[in-house]
């Protein structure tokens, strides 16, 4: 319940307030390439519970 209060928090969060070095560095993460994660990629590749 803490988790999904949590992740709630986070996925509500629209309005972002940066400076412009802090803006730049944002931009820089968003624009970086994906490193591979096979933890990520097993996650992915998992077929959705509502599908089962």
């Known amino acids: 319940m803490a988790c999904q209060a949590a ?3 986070i996925l509500d969060r629209r ?3 940066f400076n ?3 803006y730049a560095e944002f931009i820089d993460m ?3 390439p994906v490193a591979d994660d096979p933890i ?5 590749a998992r077929k959705p519970q509502w599908d089962m």
């Open 30 to 32: 968003l624009d970086a």
């Open 20 to 22: 412009d070095e802090q």
């Open 40 to 44: 990520i990629e097993k996650l992915l």
């Open 7 to 9: 992740e709630n928090v």
């Open 15 to 17: 309005v972002f307030n």
